[in-house]
T-cell receptor, first 112, second 111 residues
Framework: ETGVTQSPTHLIKTRGQQVTLRCSSQ?????VSWYQQALGQGPQFIFQ???????GRGNFPPRFSGLQFPNYSSELNVNALELDDSALYLC???????????FGPGTRLTVL | SQQGEEDPQALSIQEGENATMNCSYK?????LQWYRQNSGRGLVHLIL?????REKHSGRLRVTLDTSKKSSSLLITASRAADTASYFC???????????FGKGTRLSVIA
């Protein structure tokens, strides 16, 4: 157990809808990163939040957005869902400047 | 885009045997990490090796890094059925940069 929690565990949405995924970081960690993992692939970096600001972004369109709160928890929002957004969404917490990231169990999003 | 490529894509061995997985990457790195994932759930950090290290051990795990060949290997000795999982290598340029993962190796350990 890493101490990183994510909610919900599973989610089913239809194309065009919006979704919000949540992540609580491990105690003492101030940085949260979000990754998308398509079936049979490795995780791909979406963005990272540090001190409530976006601190790096991968090759994802603007309809993927996020927030980090003062308690370092984080949200991932996806607007105008597409079928290809179906994936496992993982968040990882870490201390800024420290290499190891600790992952939550993920949220499985299915877009129909 | 994927930075690392694991080899083989899938590996099936008997309990008690050793399992070796390889990872190649494309650009210079600060460190390389190995993660395990059970049944499409969260990733568990196994071991980190820095670019100035050549070999590292943790329990039944042995990791090597060859920066001249841009490759790493993960050896699991005396494998157990509980080691059945997907294993990913991930590279990082520094402590704050995102991890770049390969596609993973699916390991099946048969009891």
């Amino acid at each position: 157990e890493t101490g990183v929690t994510q909610s919900p565990t599973h989610l089913i949405k239809t194309r065009g809808q919006q979704v919000t995924l949540r992540c609580s970081s491990q105690s003492g960690h101030n940085t949260v990163s979000w990754y998308q993992q398509a079936l049979g692939q490795g995780p791909q970096f979406i963005f990272q939040y540090y001190r409530e600001e976006e601190n790096g972004r991968g090759n994802f369109p603007p309809r993927f957005s996020g927030l980090q709160f003062p308690n370092y928890s984080s949200e991932l929002n996806v607007n105008a869902l597409e079928l290809d957004d179906s994936a496992l969404y993982l968040c990882a917490s870490s201390s800024y400047g420290v290499d190891t990231q600790y992952f939550g169990p993920g949220t499985r999003l299915t877009v129909l | 885009s994927q930075q690392g490529e694991e080899d083989p894509q899938a590996l099936s061995i008997q309990e008690g045997e050793n399992a070796t997985m390889n990872c190649s990457y494309k650009t210079s790195i600060n460190n390389l990490q190995w993660y395990r994932q059970n049944s499409g759930r969260g990733l568990v950090h196994l071991i980190l090796i820095r670019s100035n290290e050549r070999e590292k051990h943790s329990g039944r795990l042995r990791v090597t890094l060859d920066t001249s060949k841009k490759s790493s290997s993960l050896l699991i000795t005396a494998s157990r059925a509980a080691d059945t999982a997907s294993y990913f290598c991930a590279t990082a340029y520094s402590g704050n940069t995102p991890l770049v993962f390969g596609k993973g190796t699916r390991l099946s350990v048969i009891a």
